[in-house]
């Protein structure tokens, strides 16, 4: 098992940025592909980013390219989502999620996951 605890959420003004974080604990010791997602009021769950275990390989939402990025500290069992030129139509639940993979693995769909923190709100005013 794999526990995820988000942080870094907020209000923000379009045209700013936040960078959210995913603390992983437990069994940390296996390799996993980790992802974002989120999900707005009345949406259904969506993919944002993924990077694999060894950070080498990255893949985004066209929503969010060239806007959003995604980097993981494996000495801190640590992903984040650095986030810029927010707009309006980010605002949402955001979500870390897990998945045991090899090093080179992304996973780019919400039903890849395993594991899956509570969500933190990002919110952004026009």
């Known amino acids: 098992q794999v526990q995820l605890v988000e942080s870094g959420g907020g209000l923000v003004q379009a045209g700013g940025s936040l960078r959210l974080s995913c603390a992983a604990s437990?069994?940390?010791?296996?390799?996993?592909?980790m992802g974002w997602l989120r999900q707005a009021p009345g949406k259904e769950r969506e993919f944002v980013a993924a990077?694999?275990?060894?950070?080498?390989?990255?893949a985004y939402a066209d929503s969010v390219k060239g806007r959003f990025t995604i980097s993981r500290d494996n000495a801190k069992n640590t992903v984040y989502l650095q986030m810029n030129s927010l707009k309006p139509e980010d605002t949402a639940v955001y979500y870390c999620?897990?998945?045991?993979?090899?090093?080179?693995?992304?996973?780019?769909?919400?039903?890849?996951?395993?594991?899956w923190g509570q969500g933190t709100q990002v919110t952004v005013s026009s």
């Open positions: 990077i694999s275990w060894g950070g080498g390989r990255t």
């Open positions: 437990g069994r940390t010791g296996s390799t996993y592909a």
């Open positions: 999620a897990a998945h045991p993979a090899s090093a080179i693995v992304v996973v780019t769909t919400t039903s890849g996951y395993d594991y």
